[in-house]
């Protein structure tokens, strides 16, 4: 019995764990101290959050330089920001 009741525990938390993963959770107010939201720089599936229709939020954007996905980065540095001739924006791309 002591053994059955540990594996179903065990297998209990490693279902949260992985549940927990699946559903990504909102960027912590703290990464945004002295950052700003920058637009169109985030690769597929690594946006901080916000990707608009079709998303949830951090880690669902679509597709690469996706023009409503956001990543954090440091206040004053988006707009000048060239990823791959992506340029970053401070507003999301409607379109």
């Given at each position: 019995?002591?053994?059955?009741?540990?594996?179903?525990?065990?297998?209990?938390?490693?279902?949260?764990?992985?549940?927990?993963?699946?559903?990504?959770?909102?960027?912590?107010?703290?990464?945004?101290?002295?950052?700003?939201?920058?637009?169109?720089?985030?690769?597929?599936?690594?946006?901080?959050?916000?990707?608009?229709?079709?998303?949830?939020?951090?880690?669902?954007?679509?597709?690469?330089y996706q023009g409503n996905a956001w990543?954090?980065?440091?206040?004053?540095?988006?707009?000048?920001?060239?990823?791959?001739?992506?340029?970053?924006?401070?507003?999301?791309?409607?379109?």
């Open positions: 019995m002591i053994r059955s009741t540990l594996a179903l525990t065990l297998a209990g938390s490693l279902a949260t764990a992985f549940a927990s993963v699946a559903f990504a959770a909102p960027l912590p107010a703290e990464k945004m101290v002295g950052n700003e939201k920058c637009y169109g720089i985030a690769l597929k599936g690594k946006n901080d959050c916000a990707a608009g229709a079709g998303t949830t939020c951090a880690g669902t954007s679509t597709m690469d990543k954090a980065v440091p206040a004053g540095t988006c707009t000048s920001m060239n990823v791959n001739g992506h340029m970053g924006m401070l507003t999301p791309k409607k379109g």
